[in-house]
């Protein structure tokens, strides 16, 4: 390869793509963060007089880096750059597009550790209550949003995977979801008996009212019938948190936060936990724990006469 960095070839930014969807599994936004991160390296390298990407060393790698930290980045996107670099230049060198990998000693900083935002139990049950009322205008666009919440809050899954379901993977006489993860990872989760009245309320009701032959198998429908997409989902949850007061407003990972904490303050293992979260690693799930004793601090703080 013999562009200068501030040029690389689109046809191998291409290729390198199509490694990350097809043989990585990386989504649609993952592939695109990681085309980006890859440009931006080019032009910092560019700028710092490296000639050629077979001419880059470790040295230039962790200088970009230390630029963006020291631009003020968060070193959650600091870190994905990192792991950026490192597939790039894995997947180059596999490739014979350079000689020899300079990002394999590449370390970022680790993540920030912070709690996320979660709802309590009770402001849990008072959101969900909100949207089985708003729901009763028989408005079929009000009908879902409750179905959408209640399976989010009540199976933990992503807002990706809930609007990634097809009419199909839902099993309502199981009360059993078939969702696709990260890494085109499939798993089943189970949801509880509120969940699935919300969705026979949809699925029976509402949705034939939206729904139109270019539908296909989408399970959640926007207005038009086409599938409903996570900026519709993250409209609904803001709408009736905003009649909640002194509720967090959260995008619709929060409900997600909010399941595994629940699930944790009730007694449920730590890797039951995982499984159903999809997690690949314990180490993620783990998060939740340090939640759910910043709030038994917090309840003791406020009720001990001796904390």
């Known amino acids: 390869m013999v562009s200068p960095p501030d040029e690389v070839p689109e046809d191998l930014l291409a290729a390198f793509e199509e490694h990350l969807v097809i043989e990585k599994g990386r989504s649609v936004h993952t592939a695109r963060a990681y085309l980006g991160d890859v440009r931006a390296l080019a032009g910092h390298l560019a700028v710092s007089g490296v000639g050629t990407l077979a001419d880059v060393r470790l040295a230039d790698l962790r200088s970009w880096l230390g630029a963006q930290g020291s631009g003020g980045a968060a070193r959650?996107?600091?870190?994905?750059?990192?792991?950026?670099?490192?597939?790039?230049?894995?997947?180059?060198?596999?490739?014979?597009?350079?000689?020899?990998?300079?990002?394999?000693?590449?370390?970022?900083?680790?993540?920030?550790?912070?709690?996320?935002?979660?709802?309590?139990?009770?402001?849990?049950?008072?959101?969900?209550?909100?949207?089985?009322?708003?729901?009763?205008?028989?408005?079929?666009?009000?009908?879902?949003?409750?179905?959408?919440?209640?399976?989010?809050?009540?199976?933990?899954?992503?807002?990706?995977?809930?609007t990634g379901l097809d009419v199909d993977d839902v099993d309502l006489d199981a009360r059993t979801a078939r969702v696709l993860g990260k890494g085109n990872k499939q798993r089943v989760v189970p949801f509880g008996e509120p969940a699935a009245d919300a969705l026979v309320s949809w699925r029976d009701t509402a949705r034939p009212l939206l729904a139109t032959p270019d539908s296909g198998p989408a399970l959640f429908l926007g207005r038009r019938g086409r599938r409903v997409d996570q900026r519709q989902v993250r409209s609904a949850l803001h709408a009736l948190l905003s009649h909640l007061p002194d509720t967090p407003d959260m995008a619709p990972h929060g409900l997600r936060h909010s399941a595994a904490t629940h699930l944790l303050e009730g007694g449920a293992d730590l890797r039951t936990v995982q499984e159903l979260l999809g997690h690949s690693s314990l180490a993620t799930t783990q998060i939740y724990t340090h939640v759910s004793v910043e709030r038994l601090r917090t309840a003791y703080q406020q009720a001990h006469p001796r904390a």
């Open 76 to 162: 959650s996107t600091v870190s994905r750059r990192a792991a950026a670099a490192r597939t790039f230049f894995r997947w180059a060198t596999r490739t014979g597009h350079v000689a020899s990998d300079p990002s394999l000693r590449l370390v970022a900083p680790g993540r920030d550790k912070h709690l996320p935002a979660v709802l309590r139990q009770d402001q849990a049950g008072t959101l969900m209550s909100l949207a089985a009322v708003a729901s009763d205008d028989a408005d079929p666009v009000h009908v879902r949003n409750r179905a959408m919440l209640e399976l989010l809050y009540a199976s933990g899954m992503r807002v990706g995977e809930l």
